[in-house]
């Protein structure tokens, strides 16, 4: 990638700036091709398996398989049925059932409700190793150029039996945040007239979570020590909101096999890096499931029996030195709303009821309002504490 | 003899003396006969010549009865005076002479033999044209040489060449007349610089018979005893004749002058006939005359982008500096600077070649046909050569571009016989990059350089002995990170012998290396340095043998010792965890001999056969992996391994390589050709990009890793038009690959101790047809190309990961049938000229995606077959100016200016499509290398 950015740095040189624009192909869409995530963990960690198809560009959203026949099978003879898990397409283990054995292997078997039948490649159970570090440090690029300031969170971790060689990370962020205009209440078209909310159950402060979309990985297969140090998880910029009052950052670390590493790798590939000069040619990512019937037919996706650990850190303001960081509602301004008129129509987005508008005599003659997302953190979050939450 | 004639001779002599007080415009000469379109053939000479009398300002003079039962022999239609004079006379004692005032002499029993003393044809000195003359003598039976004056008067100097090729030499001495046959050997040298000559041609056109000069400018040929007329002709130099006596065995050297017009006129091969004439076909010739007239991207020169516009060579994308010629990778092609290989041939990634165009002569590039003698990459063979330096006086050049600065100096190390050139180029020091408002390239350096030089020595009469070396450096560091450097350094010593005036042998010891390193230390704990390098040592020997006129034997042998190191990662920095990697080195031994005879049949048939036998061995030490047969080959399988000690053969390869052409003459202006070649390769480069980048490596054969090997059938029909002036040529080829590398998919290449598990051996195939109409002279001239071509590339392997497309053929990633090419020069007037290429071609294929499927959180991409989709198709229009200084002769430095424009439309081609999921769903972007005019000036001087 280093020599995809040169690259990109001599075409910007000679290009006079204009080197990369956006291109819309015209591809006769495929699609409906079965997608499957699945993933066993160590010990009591449970199982997830995603079924659903991929879809074509037109569209926004993968239908997702439903009432499909998920089970996982080990080498020994047990083989447990995964139950459909509240949201559509996602198969969960009973974690007081399946336990992962390390040196174990495991299968997972799929039958659609067309009755196809698919099958995985066995997969070995590794063993999981603790998050060794975690921890941010607040960085200040030195280029002047790129204002970017923020916290650079790290990751170390030890194997001292040097057995794990191949990680995969994720992440699940958490940061707590605050509307500037919070509403009191809500308006009632019948009445015409605001609720208002119980003075605890005003939407002022959220929680907001995000899971990580990119792909982590790591190996220290050239290196003499299974140590990974210092890995770059995440950087939270200042000008993200993130961190103006409490950020949380929840890392799960899998021990994977080279296989699975392999199979990540191609998938980032292909899926996350920017197609320079250099590249290497892109192409199909072959999973490890197998449809019984058809081996022609092409599935996507991968089933992994991995090695779990996990850590997670705290970042409140205190630990930032004392510079701005923006609220990010820097454009919420609270506007009149006509007196007796329906909310809404008169602010882009539709209004959301704030205050009453008072005459210095105390008579209502209308409503202070603002935009919904200015007004409401349910907007972006959850009011709802999160348990872990310091 | 009559009185008639008698008398007229006398008047001859008269007319001599006074002969150059005459206006110019009355003067003939062999050059400028007249051209009879008309067929006279079978006629009888007597009316033949009444009639040209009245046509033309001609006289004849001759003896009525010598030619009462005499008829014309005109073999070809048009065809110039003085050759169906020579035609029609050759079976009689008869033989003519013309003077400037076109008058004709006919004599029987002796040729009048105006001579000058024969060799060395002095070029320093010519004879003041009054004087010469007056010194010129007519005498039957011997010619008694005339002495050239050592001075010159410039504004005749068009007169004496026209003098020098009326004279007839005597060649040889008349010694053993029971021999039928003469020898002619000699030099063709540059008559400014007396640089000889590469590849100029010598031609008896009455017989039908030709050779051309080696890398020495060295010739032989061998004609029956008897007046001829040898033609020369070279590269932008002017075409000479030299009327030939041949007695005996003799040496002839000739100098060529530049074209008198050169400025003028871009000159793309003034070989003029030899498209027609030779076996040799699929080649392409340029000089540097001719690209240093094309407009150029940021006022460099590039060999390699020059060949671009050639049909059948066809490149992935802007910014590369490989090329593939008809549909083959990059790596198959083989990349000689006087004789040594070149192994990276790209500046700064691909933007620039590596070839300083102030000391590259010309190149020859073989796409099929190609000759016995080269072996070991199955695509082309890209030849340079190198200048010599000036053996007249010491010259310094040089020039001046937005990206670099180049200096050449050239001299006599002892004049006439022996000289040195020198020459250097270099990128500003980041000049650019310090100046673009991006810290990122702020802190990134890049630059490169290269370096010239070559001595050639003239030891003895039979002996030349030439070294010359080459070595080029590239750095680039981004943003103070990751250090990128690559060299490339060779040298070869060419020695060669005369053994006789049919035998000669040019042996030649040649080395060549290349390496690169790449270093990060922007962390301490992964700091690393990685480093390649390949070295190559080469002995070989290559003879020539000319028995008769008609069979030009060649025969050789070469031996290759390849060292490689595959690569080592050494830690960087005292913290650094980075373990140290070292590949095993690898080391092999190609051999080759080979033997091939150039066969004249006839007029009209013309062979080429040619054997080469290849032997490669892969040698100790190393150790093998072994892997179990019944499963995929990838690391999980592998059993154990084989080592071998050092000096042991691992692996040997090898087989004979059949290289064969035939032309047949379809009248003086056309001609079919045949050729099939096989060629094996041995060397392969890892590359899983679409173009070379500076951590592709050289891969030696291996017990996993086959020889390509590569067969081609071409045929071609070739028709010249107005005297030759324009050249038509059609070829068509079909070729397969045998044992073609493909990469798995998402394959690594670098640092693998297991890279036999990403490669697949797939199976190539390609054909197509090529189309070329050129013009070499006038105001405007240039060429037209248009190529249909296709490439498909097959993998069907044993399991499930050595299988691509489900094992159908698909595109290759060079497949681009449609590609198009157009070069043109307009001269307004000696000074300014004005160049425009033209270049269309299908977008190259690419595998795009076509639908995305939600893993992890995220939508990614799911990838149609591999290259089932193609890039938007390229189109691009240069254009560029070129100003002479003055051409006054006593001037202390001569100057020219070239303005181009580069991408004049600002066309964004499209060099890679490439989607990326963002937040906002995937959205598909295209990269364009060169997005918008592209102006330079550059400006070259000479001293």
Known sequence: ?390 | MTRIARMRYTSLLFFCFVGYLCPPYLLFSQNESILIRQSYHGRPFQIFIEQLEQKYPLRFYYAQTWIDSLTVVQVENPMPLTKILLATFESTELSYYQDELGRIFITRDFPIVIAIETSPPGPAGSPSADQGRQQQSFVPDIAPPLVPSQTESPGRKAAKEKQDQDVVKEIGEKSDESRTRGTIVGYVKDEATGEPLIAASIFVAKLSVGVTTDQYGYYSLTLPKGPHTLGFRSYGKEEKTQDILLVGDGVLDIELEPTIIQLDEVVIESERDANIESTQMGLAKLDIQTMKQMPSFMGEIDVIKSTLLLPGVQSVGEGTSGFNVRGGSVDQNLILINQAPIFNSSHLFGFFSVFNPDVIKNFDLYKSGIPAKYGGRISSVLDIAMKDGNKRELVGSGGISPVTARLTLEGPIRKNRSSFILGGRSSYSDWILKRLPSAELRNSKAGFSDLNGKINLELSDKDRLDVSVYASRDQFVLNGDTTYRYHNLNGSVNWKHLFNNKLYAVSSAIASQYRYRIESSAQAETAYRLTYGIRYQELKSDITYIPQPNHQIRFGASSILYQLNPGERLPNHSESLVMPTALQEEQALESGIYLSDEWTVGPRLKLYGGLRYSLYLFLGPHSINQYRDDLPRIADNITGSIPYEAGRIVKPYGGPEIRFSARLALGTRSSLKLSYNRLRQYLHMLSNTTSISPSDSWKLSDPYIRPQIGDQLSVGFYQNFRQNSIETSIEVYVKRIKDMLEFKNGAQLLLNPHVETDIVNGLGRAYGAEFLIKKERGKLNGWISYTYSRVFSQVNGQFPDEIINGGEPFPANVDKPHDFSFVGNYKFSRRFSMSSNIAYSTGRPITYPVSQFVFGNTTRLDYSLRNQYRIPDYFRWDFSLNIEGNHKIKKFAHTSWSLSVFNVLGRKNVYSIYFVSEPTGVQGYKLSVFGRPIMTLTFNFRI
Not at chain 1, 245 to 268: A, C
Not at chain 1, 349 to 355: C, I, K, P, S
Request: glycine share 10%.
């Open chain 1, 1 to 390: 990638m280093r020599v995809g950015a040169a690259i990109l740095s001599i075409c910007v040189l000679f290009g006079h700036w204009s080197c990369i624009e956006p291109f819309d192909p015209e591809i006769e869409g495929e699609g409906e091709t079965l997608v499957v995530e699945g993933q066993i963990l160590e010990g009591k960690a449970g199982a997830e398996v995603r079924l659903s198809r991929s879809f074509a560009f037109s569209e926004t959203a993968p239908m997702m398989v439903e009432d499909a026949r998920v089970r996982i099978t080990d080498d020994v003879g047990n083989e447990h049925e995964l139950i459909s898990g509240g949201e559509a397409g996602v198969y969960l283990s009973d974690t007081s059932q399946l336990e992962g054995v390390v040196g174990r292997s495991y299968q997972l078997s799929i039958v659609t409700p067309e009755g196809e039948q698919y099958e995985s490649e066995w997969a070995l159970m590794k063993k999981g190793i603790a998050v060794d570090e975690l921890h941010a440090d607040f960085e200040e690029p030195n280029n002047g150029i790129d204002s970017a300031r923020g916290m650079q969170v790290y990751l170390s971790a030890f194997d001292p039996e040097n057995e794990t060689k191949f990680y995969r990370w994720e992440y699940e962020e958490t940061w707590i945040f605050a509307v500037p205009l919070p509403a009191v209440g809500v308006w009632n078209s019948q009445t015409r007239m605001p609720d208002l909310y119980p003075p605890d159950e005003i939407p002022r402060i959220c929680w907001q979570t995000v899971h990580s979309s990119q792909i982590f990985l790591g190996s220290t297969i050239g290196l003499s020590e299974d140590r990974m140090t210092n890995v770059p998880i995440r950087f939270i910029s200042d000008q993200d909101n993130h961190l103006r009052i409490k950020y949380s950052i929840l890392v799960k670390q899998y021990s994977i096999s080279e296989e699975t590493y392999v199979f990540y790798q191609q998938l980032k590939h292909t899926t996350e890096t920017l197609g320079t000069l250099f590249d290497p040619i892109p192409g199909e990512v072959r999973g490890n499931i197998r449809n019984v019937n058809n081996s022609g037919e092409s599935v996507l996706g991968w089933f992994s029996a991995d090695g779990f650990g996990q850590d997670r850190i705290f970042i409140s303001r205190s630990d930032l030195p004392n510079i701005p960081i923006p609220s990010g509602y820097a454009a919420c301004a609270a506007d009149t709303l006509a007196n007796s008129l329906e909310m809404g129509g008169y602010i882009i987005g539709g209004g959301v009821y704030v205050e009453d508008l008072l005459d210095p005599f105390g008579n209502l003659i209308g409503y202070i309002g603002s935009r919904p997302y200015c007004t409401d953190c349910r907007f972006f979050g959850t009011t709802e504490r999160p348990e872990f939450w310091e």
